[in-house]
């Protein structure tokens, strides 16, 4: 191997997340990370020829439908991924045995290696199989989503067999997708093209009654190819070639899928649109090509290069991969899951993970797709109305969780786990009601980095100003103590509900209230017909501004003489543990102490002080940032807390000048998938510590700071990062930051 | 038409059920009425081809799985039926046409005619088809559930072609059968048996784990089969048959299937028993003979012969079709739904519509059954004393809804149906403690009617011993009042619940105290040994008893002083309402005045004191029977109230000699699914409406009375009615009761 060989080597490894065996054990958190997606849809990495107990899924951004006790879910989209492979040996005088069927739970596998190429998005599986009767066959598996094809997907098998006789080959689309045994499609119906051979299947969910037509072609070499079928089983077309089998000669059998919604078309263009588009693919070197060519140019805005570790090089970029597979590019319908589109969990719902947690890597590096979620919000701001009318308060109060439609979608009761009888109540979509300031400081955040006046005028403003709408009416005036107080709320700490005067809570309303006049005033000289026309939508009098500076001026925001800030009225009182002292532990401090008795602690699940001192930094002296961070710190379940803690931790962390102890932070969220460090992540990816370790390391140990005088670093590296190096985007002006940090001798 | 012909194709017409047209608005309700089955299993009526939103199911008793909300339900077992003909017209030069499927929903239907023929369980559809291109095929479908062979079902499709050219039949196995969306089926495997040319498909359910093997054989006169082929789709196995098409030529084709699960034999052998029965079938006309002399034993013992009133006569044997199809007959660990095995409400869940609306008709006509369906009660007595302990209580509380583990399986909570973020508290599952009593009841009446003592020593006595130690823990003393009291239940009329002193409720519990005392005394003289062991293992000391026999005398039973006995405690203080002066009306009274509202009144969902006085009819005297039905008959929602109430309210209109009244109610249930009366027919069967409906015949016209000294009647038959004639059996003695009716001139 020449050095230069050896280095592009290198350079591919930092590029590649890779297994050597199939562990069944482990087989949900592999489909997890060996996820495929171009920001339309996302497909796990299942098998194409399936393995026992496998959670195979497609996820298509949009297009939910009704579900028990969860209200609304993603619906596993019908499989286009089956393709599988049989191989028949000839026997004495030429005639065939019985087909055997290739699967990795049967017969003796070989030189198993599944690598996902981050660069491209490929995922590509190869191995030797022998067959239970002795056949043995080369098999490598590739499969890309099309980034510059939203609805192409594209599948090839190569296979070099040992043996004389015959391969076929079986390719479906399945309309029997479903979600942990909750089917969402009807078949409407499916045929075969005489035209170009391609097959078809048409669904409609259940309930939302979204049509759907996916169809496929198999591309084999004309000469190799022995004989095609067709098998029409309903809800399960089928393309069948058989191949003749010669040893040591590789057949290549390519699968080209497409999908079309009725949220991308009217329902009697979908068959057209699918049946032309996998017609009109031409050739695999050539997909790969312009999937490549536009995986390039996300990169070019996105990667961020770390030089003297390769671990957090390789895991920075698979949260980055995560994120940018998941962003709607072309849609601005759709937000991003807490769990992306890569799994069951949480069903697809969006939460403040998103505005709070995902968004700053889009509006930093690519404002297009920041710009999409954003107006997702706008456009649900009527359900963020109703909910604030039906709750008695004026203005927007968005749901905790989001999905299609702007309502609240929080179950608002599900099974106690250990007793299907009993119900458990789910209190976030009551009264967890930060989100509403989360979404305001994320809209004003884009604006504030990518100087996007038009887009503030036209959607951001009105974001802002009926938060603050809610945020003034909710508020409680406490006669007695002179002040304004949210009382009964759950702030980002999740292990302490129905809590009186949240400091997160409070402060980003009174932010969001500030802003709000801020922008007010900015949009009288910007935009005044704008501005009247929103003061008088909103009603916004000298009476209500006026209130709103009453409610700035007199809320309460707990907090010692000492600069010691309180979480919440009363928190100071609880018991304080020595969470230290539980170490080792294999448990979060929850399920030690109970979900009552860890509310009677100061054990917080995740940083909340120190997330608003993280979001709010300008407004805290140094010297409160510390004192708070000493205090906070050891009362963190950090390992089996909330996963999106450690990022913001590790940010805080260099904040205090300790970047060792960030990068502790920092790397347990950059492992957090792809370790499966709190052994879940087979629901799918943890979107908002995907989102956090992008901050981490660019907000924490690259310390940008944009202010309204332009941006500058507070670098902090730690001690064995030989190069930090990123891009953004600055008020529409691309920016390369390279930091090099001399290593200490 | 000789007169003999004639007289054959009346009494046919009074075996069978029919329709001359497909309603789609109403093919749920269709799919009911033609469920065709053996006590094994029950198969809808939906079509072979399928229909648009068909609700096609097979429910396999005691095949039970997890399930949202409702905890379990019968699992929509792999369908069987599905058999789809295509046909293709030979252009000029003998060229084939593209295939076209026949389908209901497209083409020219013509003589379409529906009919299932009680006599012999065999469901059947004759139509003339067009398709769109023009070909015209008559087609015959017929099919059974064995009742001689319960894991065998048969179809079978004759087709007579007005075209030249070629028939395609597909014939599946589809293991994607779901329960509204649900699916409980995993696939397991499925193959191509070479010897027999058999398909099979092993599933198994997804939470309770339970195996499945269905089996298929095709069958088509060799000299016609063209081509055959197995498309091996996964987990719709399918065998497609294609057969020359000549004008005028009928083409055959049957299909044999067979079903196992390891409820049957142990999971490895259900293969080969499923693959070894298709492959036995001697032949259609074999199996028909086989099934129909099956049916004719149980007609021997069931039927119920009525004249003069041609439309009882066909819907009473319409509804003992339905209890015989869903009795079990070799299977003592399961029960009746109360929407047996044909229809998705109630999921499969049991009730006291078995033991006091269903049972009866076993107990008397078939012993066999009814003895099958009291060991189901005998066999979860552990999870009756699993729910007693759990509240507190001793002895046997059997839950109000039961599958397959004897444990409660009433939802808790279930969704509210105008607003999905709501749910509403099911009470039934707490406090409708009534059924403990039914089924102590239902042990006796079987007893008395059969004289099977062995069984009363064995199981019987065990079940009215451990329900009395229930009611005399549950009985609550009122010092003040000086008596017992069961507070907070629900009576069978459950427009009113959280009622104190249901008199339904104290009067049987009183009963079953009164009974254990009883048949204790008679064990320890039947079965000595059986007497000290029970006496033993259910502590039957002095004290118990002694404090059973307080409980007896001090229970207090609230009545007025006239002979009027009140439903509960305050009953007659509720308001009282005219219920006629709301006529006519389309709504329940509870739809009108809604849940809280029509509690506020006296109007009664269903015979309450009526239903008391009829289990215990030989305990109050004839003139407060009069008094109380002249009471209570007004103010029950006899239309829209529950549909177990009709049958009751005949036999108690034929008790104060009212047969033309009683007629109004017996005609109101035996219609209730024929007719759709509560247009919820398309969930299943109401089961204890059936039930019932036998009863009102028997026990209301025939004035059928067994009591300890033999039996008697006294009829009290319709003016319309010139015979009713029904068998018996009583103990051991089989006893044919025929009465005519001189019609008054």
Known sequence: MTDRQANNAMNESLWTISETSLDPQGQHHAETIFTIGNGYLCTRGALEEGYAGDRRATFIHGVFDAAPIVVTELANAPDWLPLSVHAAVAGAGGALGPYERFSQDRGQIAGYRRTLDLRQGVLTRRLEWTAPTGGRLALTFERFAALDQPHMLLLRCRVVPDLLGRLQFRASLNGYAHNDGLLHWRYVAQGLDPASGAASLHTRTRHSGIDLVTAMRLVTAASAEHSRAYWDTENAPTLVVEVEAVPGQEVVIEKYVAVYTSRDAPAGQLCAAALGAVSAVPGWDAAVAGN????????????????????????????LFQMLIAAPRRDDRVNIGAKTLSGFGYRGHSFWDTEIFMLPLFTYTAPHIARNLLNYRHRHLAGARAKAQANGFEGAQFPWESADTGEEVTPTWVPHSADRARLVRIWTGDIEIHISADIAYAAHQYWAVTGDDAWMAAKGAELILDTARFWATR??????????????????????????????????????????LGVLDWLRGYAPERAAELSSQLDLGPERLAHWRHVIDKIYLPAAPDGLLEQFEGYFQRTDVDLASLEPRTKSAQELFGIEGVADTQII??????????????????????????????????????????????????AVGRPDEAYGHFIRAARADLRDVRGNAGDGIHGASAGG???????????????PKGWHTEPCLPQHWRRLRFRFCHRGQPVVIDLEHALTP
């Open 605 to 654: 699940k995740q940083p909340d002080v120190l997330m608003l001192l993280y979001l709010l930094r300008d407004q805290f002296a140094a010297a409160v940032v510390r004192r708070n961070y000493e205090y906070y710190t050891p009362r963190t379940d950090h390992t089996y807390g909330s996963s999106l803690g450690p990022a913001i931790q590790a940010i805080m962390a260099c």
């Open 693 to 707: 370790t992008w901050q981490a390391a660019v907000f924490g140990f690259g310390g940008l700071r944009v202010t």
């Open 475 to 516: 508020a409680e005036w406490n006669a007695a103590a002179g002040r304004y107080e949210y009382r009964d709320v759950i702030g980002p700490d999740e292990y302490h509900d129905h809590v009186d005067n949240n400091l997160y809570t409070n402060r980003l309303a009174q932010w969001n209230l500030q802003t709000a």
């Open 292 to 319: 490549r060519a536009a995986w390039e140019t996300e990169w070019e805005r996105t990667d961020v290069e770390v030089e003297g570790d390769d671990e957090a090089q390789i895991a920075l970029r698979f949260n």
